[in-house]
């Protein structure tokens, strides 16, 4: 929340300019999702990398344009990231990964970090125009110490001062149906179809009134909203616990909007081409959101985003045998909708309405 603090997200995967395979991931940077990994038994890949964006590395003026924070440190962005899969056999492919990441908000520097396992099995292979197939399983997930909305919110005539999350988290599972056709010796072409299921959780809800008054509070439905004073001077906060109702339903409801379930379904696909010594891909991915939580977003009179675009294009050069450097950019029209799940809640939800972008050098290497 801590209002920008739901820009706080970043994926990777890097291309494999080693051996002409590539790691295979789900959730973080599924532009690049491909049915066939490209080692023998065994073998495999790791990636080590860092993510950057600041006003600086602005190449298409995305912050420049934007009338709240031009020409401030809101929106820098730092994070690093290891990954790494391999082939079980020819067919089976496993991998997982981390990240560590943060972003400058106006106030503080949100940060989290995530991870992801997978495994993807290719049931057959690329004849004359018929595509090899893969089935992949993913499950990934995010979580953070904390997250504050530290700007005024009323919640039917009480003006909380401060809204923080503490152990905010999400876990999703993941199914993708991947296709991949090599157009030659040097090019190939992917696309994929997937659908998930997400939760979203917290440890609790703490807001600020008064200034000082710090209730630990609850909303079991969008009637009744409930608390008990965790911090605060008794006789000046005077109310030690409040337990309100509403027939016309003005609270937040279920796990107060910040905890709730989802589904989803993306689609995409990947253009690549590759030499010996070079390698370029350009992927895109489109993804529509079903969150439990969006009728509360509309009672508190917030704007819902529940979809995303997302642009991926890299370069990878091979300076050793078996390794080689990673350029890659990354544009999204609804900034990181959809990949940290648990930055987008009753409180922040009207916050995921910027154009975002960001650069990323890593190292990878074949083994």
């Known amino acids: 929340m801590a209002e920008k603090g739901i820009i706080i997200a970043w994926l990777t995967l890097l291309p494999a300019v080693v051996l002409g395979g590539g790691l295979a991931h789900g959730a973080p940077l599924d532009e690049f999702l491909t049915a066939q990994h490209g080692y023998p038994p065994w073998h495999g890949e790791w990636e080590v990398g860092m993510d950057v964006m600041n006003g600086k590395l602005d190449l298409l003026n995305l912050r420049k344009k934007d009338q709240d924070f031009s020409g401030t440190t809101v929106g820098d962005y730092t994070g690093w990231h290891a990954l790494g899969g391999i082939a079980v056999t020819r067919r089976l492919w496993v991998d997982g990964g981390v990240w ?3 972003i400058m908000t106006p106030l503080d520097t949100a940060e989290s970090v995530g991870w992801q396992v997978g495994a993807q099995y290719q049931f057959t292979v690329n004849v004359d ?8 399983w993913t499950r990934w997930g995010n979580s953070g110490q904390e997250v504050e909305k530290k700007s005024a919110t009323t919640l039917r005539g009480i003006t909380a001062d401060k809204i923080a999350i503490k152990g905010p988290g999400d876990r999703q599972t993941q ?21 998930g299921w997400s939760k979203v959780n917290y440890d609790k809800l703490l807001v600020t009134l008064r200034g000082e008054c710090v209730y630990d509070v609850d909303s079991p439905n ?11 001077d008794p006789d000046f906060c005077e109310v030690l616990s409040f337990d309100l109702h509403d027939e016309g339903g003005a609270f937040p409801g279920k796990g107060m909007g910040a905890a709730y379930d989802a589904r989803y379904v993306h689609f995409g696909g990947m253009y690549q081409w590759l030499d010996d010594k070079w390698r370029t891909r350009l992927g895109m991915r489109f993804q529509k959101h079903d969150r439990d939580v969006e009728d509360s977003v509309h009672r508190f009179g917030r704007t819902t985003y529940d979809n995303n675009l997302t642009i991926v294009g890299d370069v990878g050069y091979k300076i050793f045998k078996e390794s080689g450097l990673v350029f890659r950019i990354e544009l999204m029209k609804n900034q ?24 990323t050098i890593a190292w990878v290497s074949g083994f």
């Open 100 to 102: 560590d990441r943060s």
């Open 129 to 136: 125009n018929l595509p090899a197939l893969a089935l992949r």
């Open 175 to 195: 199914i993708d149906l991947l296709a991949t056709w090599m157009r030659g010796e040097n090019d190939s072409f992917s696309l994929f179809y997937g659908q």
């Open 222 to 232: 969008p009637q009744q909203f409930k608390g008990f004073l965790v911090s605060g």
């Open 336 to 359: 990181f909708v959809g990949d940290i799940p648990f930055t987008y809640n009753t409180f922040s939800s009207n916050r995921f309405n910027r154009k975002y972008g960001f650069l």
